[in-house]
């Protein structure tokens, strides 16, 4: 099979289309035919060599999400058969014609979707049901604020609030980011310019300085203070990334007087069974939205800016890092 390796740790160059051998669908695993694969900023990192791939996983063939078709099915395996449509999640190998994946993080294609429309749904959308529902524990009702809204976790995050029902959504981006949210018809109640000042002082105006019960943020260190001064009484910090900085100096009596709660996750690392629990969770509840009327609050849809060629990953990732992307950037695997 066709796959793209990190040759070395290092900039874009350093990924090289070559041949390997199929991967042996397991006990527990189906292989599939894959024919789209969704870039992530974990990607990135891997490639850098600041995020080296579990046991499980290759460990120079990036990749997370992937679409496609079961091509074999392993032992033990029950509710999937060859031919079925589908997308998951990895632990890595998925910029590659095949792969291997345990049968528990798998979900059905909805009908009316392509396979590029599958491609980029898997990990931006399991990411932020996560964080949203399983780890912020959102009830109806809620404000929730979602950082880098324009993003792939931003754009599913900014849906999936209003499919689980929040009061108020305030999404923070750049400013052109933000005019792309808009065209898109993106569900959000206030949109906040992060390159225009605090964005903690325009929450606190939207909600009259009850602040936000729920914030989702990918960018860490930097946003730390605005994030403690943007929480609500009892409100939940999901760190979802850490692009902008890991470290922080906190003043935990800001923390302590609001009784709230910082919660720090990624999905990657997580064992089989919590992956097949949150894939489970997010099929009962999430995927309907796919195939629902366009006025439904809980339809849902994935969010694509390009689709570059497999033997043009490096490229590809040479887009995501100049943050000119808006949703999911994509590898179709057989053009």
Not at 209 to 238: F, H, Q
Request: glycine fraction near 12%; proline fraction near 6%; include cysteine.
């Amino acid at each position: 099979m066709k796959a793209i390796r990190i040759r070395e740790p290092g900039g874009p160059e350093v990924l090289e289309l070559v041949e390997r051998d199929d991967p042996v669908a397991g006990a527990g695993e189906v292989r599939v035919r894959v024919r789209c694969a969704g870039i992530n900023r974990a990607d990135l990192l891997q490639r850098l060599g600041r995020y080296p791939a579990p046991p499980d996983a290759p460990p120079d063939i990036p990749g997370l999400e992937f679409a496609g078709e079961i091509e074999a099915v392993g032992a033990g395996v029950s509710g999937w058969s060859e031919g079925d449509r589908v997308m998951g999640i990895l632990g890595g190998g998925g910029y590659a014609e095949r792969v291997a994946v345990p049968a528990g993080q798998l979900l059905p294609i909805p009908p009316t979707l392509n396979w590029t429309e599958a491609g980029a749904i898997a990990e931006v959308f399991l990411t932020a049901a996560d964080a949203l529902i399983e780890r912020g524990r959102l009830r109806p009702g809620e404000t929730v604020l979602v950082h880098t809204a324009g993003g792939g976790v931003g754009t599913a995050a900014l849906q999936l609030a209003r499919a689980s029902g929040a009061g108020a959504i305030i999404a923070t981006a750049s400013a052109a980011k933000l005019d792309r949210i808009r065209e898109a018809g993106l569900p959000h109640d206030l949109a906040v310019d992060r390159r225009a000042g605090s964005f903690a002082d325009a929450v606190a105006r939207h909600t009259d300085r009850a602040g936000a019960d729920v914030i989702l943020d990918t960018v860490g260190a930097p946003y730390w203070e605005a994030n403690m001064a943007s929480l609500a009484t009892l409100g939940r910090l999901v760190i979802v990334g850490v692009m902008g900085g890991m470290k922080v100096e906190a003043n935990l009596r800001t923390l302590m007087g609001k009784r709230a709660t910082v919660v720090g996750t990624v999905l990657r690392a997580r064992s089989k069974a919590e992956k097949a629990h949150l894939t489970e969770m997010f099929a009962t509840r999430f995927l309907p939205g796919f195939t629902a009327p366009d006025e439904d609050p809980s339809r849902l849809r994935p969010v694509i800016d390009r689709i570059f060629p497999l033997a043009e990953a490096a490229e590809a990732h040479r887009y995501v890092e100049s943050n000119q992307s808006f949703g999911k950037v994509l590898l179709d695997i057989d053009a």
